[in-house]
């Protein structure tokens, strides 16, 4: 039976921390973090993410500035918008919700965030500072939910440094900061895909695997080396039959029942990498906003 790593617990861990350092930055400036929020368009699951981000960043004191655009918004009106928060004082970090509607282009509105307000850290700037600092250092502007996994690694207390790790993923969001992350903690790091020759064989030598795919169960008991760390990153709905009803479930990347009698350590879907991605997303903000007074 492995330990089972909490997201709900680690992630509440972190707001609260960042609620008491909100409040004594408060005292000391008379000011808050300010985060803007924008969404185009009215896709269920954005909606969703926002609503939750918006309520957590509210919860520790961070100040949200929401802006819910049309789908018919054109790029070159978000651009603008964009621009105006670039030059808005009390906006600290700036989340525009993706997907963006088709005739959107993401990569050019993500580009046009000012790297120090970029509540995601997925501008180039950013990306190239996590590439070339030596360290996970406290001030970076990280991709969250690589982030968040860093965290929960860490919160194993356990050496990562000369760990063998495979990533399964190489998105700009996930699998490559978080191939860059594990590199930093000095760990052997082997990024996997969907090209890449025996799968399960790679896993199966892992210390740590993290599974950042987006096809459910993929990783199997056969897939993962006895007592290795599992980080199942994945969130996908399912169908399941329970006698005459089906229901909608979510299940992460990772076979969970499976995978748990193996591994030393696995996260749950749902309530694993979910909570500490939003959590991160709170620590970026106060990060831009503490840079901001500098
Ligand atoms: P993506 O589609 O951009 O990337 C998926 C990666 O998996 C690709 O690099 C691809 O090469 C690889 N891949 C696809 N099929 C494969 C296969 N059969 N074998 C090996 N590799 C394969 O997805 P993403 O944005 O990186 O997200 C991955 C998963 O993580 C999704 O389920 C997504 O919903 C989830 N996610 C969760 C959070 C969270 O907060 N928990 C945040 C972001 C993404």
Known sequence: MSKIIDGKVLAQRLR??????INKLKEQYNEVPGLAVVQVGNVAASSVYVKAKTKSALEVGIKVIDHHLNEETTQEELLILVDK????????GILVQLPLPDHINEQIVLDSIHP??????????????????????????????PYGCLLMLKSLNIELKGKDAVVIGR????GKPMAQLLLKESCTVTIAHSKTKDLAGLCSKADILVAAVGRPEIVRENWVKENAIVIDV????IEEK?????????????????????????????GGVGPMTIACLLRNTTIAFKNSLK
């Open 171 to 174: 998105s700009n969001i996930v």
């Open 116 to 145: 120090d307000k970029d509540a995601d850290g997925f501008h180039p700037l950013n990306v190239g500072k996590l590439s070339i600092s030596p360290k996970n250092d406290e001030n970076l502007l990280i991709p969250c939910t």
């Open 85 to 92: 928060l670039n030059n808005q004082d009390n906006v600290n």
């Open 242 to 270: 329970i006698k005459d009803n089906i229901k909608n479930k979510l299940v992460g990347d990772v076979d969970f029942l499976e995978v748990e009698k193996k591994a030393s350590a696995i996260t749950p879907v749902p």
């Open 16 to 21: 609260d921390n960042l609620k008491d350092e």
């Open 234 to 237: 994945g969130i996908n709905r």
